[in-house]
Each structure stands twice: as C-alpha cells, then as structure tokens.
C-alpha cells in the first residue's frame, strides 16, 4: 500500500513539473513575442514622432516666412496710403477752390486705387450732402491690394500655425507611447530572470497589456 502511494506521490510530481515546463515554456515564448513586438512598435512609434516633429518645424517655418511676407505687404499697403491721401489732400484744396486745372493735373495722378473711390466719393455730393462720406479712402471703392495680400497672408500663416500646433499634439501623443511600450519591453526583459512562476506569469501579463494598450495607441493615432 505505501508503494502504491509513494508511486502516486510520485507521478504527481512528475505531472506538476511537466505542467510547470510548459507553463514555463509558454511564458518565455510569449515574453519573446512581447519583446519583438514592443521593440518593433517603439521604432515605428519613434519614426511617427519624429515625422510628425519635422511637419511640426515645417509648418512654423511657413508660417514665420508667411508673417514676413505680411509685414511687407502690409508696409506697402501704408505707404500707397500715405501716397493716395497725400495726392487727394491736394485734390481736396482744389476741388473746394474750384481750381478745374489743377483738379485735372491731380487727376492724372490718381493711382488706380484711388480713382474709382474718388469718382464714387464726387456722386455722394459731398460739398452738399451731410451724410456722404468724409473722403474717398472711407468709400467702399478703395481697395488696396497689398492690404488685402497682407490680410490673406495672415490667414495663411495662421492656418500653418495652427497646422503646426496640431502636428506636435500628434508627436507629443506619439513620444507618450513610447512610455508604454518601453514599459512592456522592460517587463518582457526581465521576465525571464524572475523563478517564481506566480511572479513571472504576473510579469508577462503586466507587459502583455501594457503592449496592447501601446498598439491601440498607435493604430488610433494618424500616420506621416
């Protein structure tokens, strides 16, 4: 009878250290698994930062090279203003004087900006009608085109900038990704020095679902 159950005792054994190789033998093939896949999504996740980061540079460099471009459009604008208001100053005197020659010389200096406010500025009756307006530059006729280059300029930079801004969010989100598959490639490294089995299985699983939510990271996010 006590050889029976020591034969007994003894294929327990036998059976509890087959099960604990192949539970060994499956964790470490898992923990390979984990470690090539966290180390393959980590360099693709550094790749998507630094593509997103040279968008990023991208953008804010038009986008400064744009605002220049504004600045001297917007430079021009004042200086043709400066201009048109000079010549219609004297226009102004001569119109109120009644100085037909003069009128016709400043006429022909009239820069096309100037000239249609002007000849819209005259049908209001100015002299005559309190509501017209103060001078041709308030007409809805004068238009400037470096003040409306400047303007559409702006709203280029400002669309680049915030295409810019958008781009680093996506590098940003992509360099905090890589904290999670560091963490699963940390957990899969270690894994096999840890003998317990309890401790070891814990560790394996840890890195599994650190790698899982890293993954589901990267395929939410957009791809350069």
């Given at each position: 009878?006590?050889?029976?159950?020591?034969?007994?005792?003894?294929?327990?054994?036998?059976?509890?250290?087959?099960?604990?190789?192949v539970w060994n033998y499956?964790?470490?093939?898992?923990?390979?698994?984990?470690?090539?896949?966290?180390?393959?999504?980590?360099?693709?996740?550094?790749?998507?930062?630094?593509?997103?980061?040279?968008?990023?540079?991208?953008?804010?460099?038009?986008?400064?090279?744009?605002?220049?471009?504004?600045?001297?459009?917007?430079?021009?604008?004042?200086?043709?203003?400066?201009?048109?208001?000079?010549?219609?100053?004297?226009?102004?005197?001569?119109?109120?004087?009644?100085?037909?020659?003069?009128?016709?010389?400043?006429?022909?200096?009239?820069?096309?900006?100037?000239?249609?406010?002007?000849?819209?500025?005259?049908?209001?009756?100015?002299?005559?009608?309190?509501?017209?307006?103060?001078?041709?530059?308030?007409?809805?006729?004068?238009?400037?085109?470096?003040?409306?280059?400047?303007?559409?300029?702006?709203?280029?930079?400002?669309?680049?900038?915030?295409?810019?801004?958008?781009?680093?969010?996506?590098?940003?989100?992509?360099?905090?990704?890589t904290v999670y598959l560091?963490?699963?490639?940390?957990?899969?490294?270690?894994?096999?020095?840890?003998?317990?089995?309890?401790?070891?299985?814990?560790?394996?699983?840890?890195?599994?679902?650190?790698?899982?939510?890293?993954?589901?990271?990267?395929?939410?996010?957009?791809?350069?």
């Amino acid at each position: 009878m006590d050889q029976l159950r020591s034969v007994g005792s003894a294929k327990m054994r036998l059976l509890r250290w087959i099960n604990s190789q192949v539970w060994n033998y499956w964790l470490e093939i898992i923990a390979v698994l984990l470690l090539t896949t966290a180390s393959l999504a980590t360099a693709w996740n550094g790749y998507q930062a630094a593509r997103w980061g040279g968008v990023q540079s991208t953008a804010y460099s038009q986008a400064s090279a744009k605002r220049v471009q504004a600045s001297d459009a917007s430079s021009s604008g004042f200086i043709e203003l400066f201009m048109d208001v000079e010549v219609f100053n004297d226009y102004a005197d001569a119109f109120t004087s009644n100085d037909t020659q003069l009128m016709a010389f400043l006429e022909r200096q009239f820069s096309d900006r100037l000239r249609p406010a002007v000849t819209a500025w005259l049908a209001t009756s100015p002299l005559s009608n309190p509501d017209a307006p103060a001078s041709p530059l308030d007409m809805e006729e004068y238009s400037s085109p470096s003040f409306d280059r400047a303007e559409r300029l702006n709203e280029e930079a400002d669309a680049l900038f915030a295409s810019g801004l958008e781009a680093s969010d996506k590098s940003d989100q992509y360099i905090l990704n890589t904290v999670y598959l560091a963490t699963a490639l940390f957990f899969a490294g270690i894994a096999g020095k840890i003998a317990g089995r309890p401790a070891r299985t814990m560790i394996v699983v840890i890195g599994t679902l650190m790698l899982v939510y890293g993954l589901f990271h990267i395929f939410s996010l957009p791809v350069q």
